[in-house]
Every structure is written in C-alpha cells, then in structure tokens.
C-alpha cells in the first residue's frame, strides 16, 4: 500500500510530467499514517495539515493557499468523519463562512461573509433542517429580504463574469471532462452505495489525498465551482418555496451522472483528428488523481471502467494506461 515501510516517519517527494514536484510528510505505524501529516505546494508551502490515527483523519486538519493565507480548517472525528466548528477563508484572508458539523448535518449558527467582511447570511440549523428565518445583507451590511438578496447576488455574479472573458476550445472540453470523471472516480468509495458498508458507512481514509491531487490537477477554483455546483444540486434557491435542508444522495448522484456524461460527449465531438491522445491524456490525469492514496479500491475501478466507456477506451485500453501509468506500482487492493 505504501511501500514496505510498517513503522516510523514518512515522506513522499515524486516528480512527474503532469504534477511537478509532490511532498508529504507524516508517520506510519503498521503501514497506516498515524500522527501529525503535512502536504506542501509544488513552491515548499504548506497546502494542507491535520492528524491521522490508524489510517483515519480525526482532529483538527487545516488547508491553507499558496500565498500562505488559511484558506479552510475544520474537524473530524475518530471515524473520520467532519464534525464539530470549522471556517473557511476568502483569499484576501477573511472569513468567508462558519460554522458548526454534527453527525455530517450543519447544526447551530451558520454565516457567510463577503470578500470586504461584511456579512452575506446568517442561518441557524437543527440536525441539518433551517431552523427559523434566515437573515440576508448587502455589502454594506443592509439588511435584504429573501428575493432582494437572490438578485443582488446575482448582480454581483453577473458583475463578476462580465469580467472574464469565456473561452471555448478543446482544452476546456478536455479540462472539463478531467473535472468531473476524475471526481466521479476517485469519490466512489466516499459517496456511491457499497452494501458492503452501507450508505453512511463509507471508508474515507483516502479522500483527503485524493482530494488534494484533484484540486491541484484540475486548479483550486475550478474544482471549488464544481463543488459548489454538486453540493446545491437539484436545489432551486429563487423558489418560493425554497428551504435548505441539502440535496439528497440520488439529486447529488443524479447531477454527477448528467455532466459526467454531457463533458464525455462534448470531449467526442470536439476534435476527432486527435481523440486518441486527448482520451489517453484524460484517462491518465484521471488515475493520477485516484492513485493519490496509493492504491485503488473495487468501486473506484468500476467507476473507472464506466468512465473509460464513455469516451471508447474498452478494458483492454484502459489496462494498458494504468500499466504504464502506473507500472509495477499499481495493486488494486480493498480500502
């Protein structure tokens, strides 16, 4: 899994023609990260800090930006799972949200904040169910009723694309399918069903990294519109009758399959002459991103093979790439 190395510290250093340089830092007890464990930038800055006990992030983990500024902490459990106070930080360094986890569901206080610090929102939740009125602002701080402050953020987003300029090309088909089929593959084993585990029983020791090498491959705020876009799914906020209590499991699942799907065909139409190579560039991305734990779990080659259909690499395609990929390297294990 990682190498034949059972106990003491571990660190990682790998250079490659997609990612640069990579560096963990961290300990290993019976061949599972155990202790303080540290991911760094490409330029030797720290990305990401947090602990491991036996394999699973518990405590408090921390990722910060490139210019060294916090950008989210949060906390976890003993099963790995996120609870308890976290916030997140807008680049210049304020606060862009906070708030409290419990049982996975936000449960207490909850507010967002613009990039100058003025507050956006300020919600209160029960067991993940809005509890009472919401209370919405401008960013001056005037208080907005709800429809008021559907507009004005729309305002703002309107403000905001009007300043960069769209570009269509077959790079932003193939960045796109990288996106979200890299996502759908490596959150197999953290979302998808496995009877295995149940629905709210699965294993998460991996994600972390996973999630660190897809954020880095696909770029911070491209996966962080993704993120946005697959945690709202199937939720219409300018509805009347909106009320956040969060997309269930088949709206999220539903919205990942529907892009997954529309990205595989726009990246097909795009340019025939040069599929071959677009696909394999793709596939290769895509199991970078998923070996970033080391190994690959039953569901995430299942995804895997399903994502390899889509853009017509069969079995035998998709086995060659992982060979040379990732060589004498690659043992597909359970998590």
Known sequence: MMGKKKDGPYKKSQWDSYLGRLTEKGNLKDEKLDGAFEIYYDNDKLHTRGNYKEGIPVGLWENFYENGLLERKTHYNNDGIEEGYFEEYH??????????????????????????????????????????????????????DFNEYVSYREMLEQELGDQQQEITSLETF???????????????????????????????????????????????????????????????????DYEFQGPTFEQKKEYLNRELIIAARNLKEANQESRPLRFSFAIRQIIQITYASGFVHDLEMEALHKVAKLIALNRDDLQNLLNEELGDKFKKTSK
């Open 174 to 240: 193939e960045e796109r399918f990288i996106l979200i089929a890299s996502y759908y593959v490596f959150h197999a084993d953290n979302e998808f069903y496995d009877p295995k585990y149940g629905e709210y029983g699965r294993k998460r020791t991996s994600f972390i990294k996973e999630l660190h090498r897809w954020r880095k491959i696909c770029g911070e705020k491209k996966a962080e519109e993704f993120q946005h876009d697959y945690f709202w799914a199937g939720i219409d906020q300018t509805s009347e």
């Open 91 to 144: 680049k210049n360094g304020n606060v862009e949200s906070r708030g409290y986890i419990k049982n996975g569901e936000w449960d207490g206080l909850y507010e967002t904040f613009y990039k100058n610090g003025q507050m956006s929102t300020r919600s209160s939740y029960t067991y993940g169910h809005l509890s009472g009125d919401s209370e919405y602002f401008n960013e001056s701080g005037m208080p907005l």
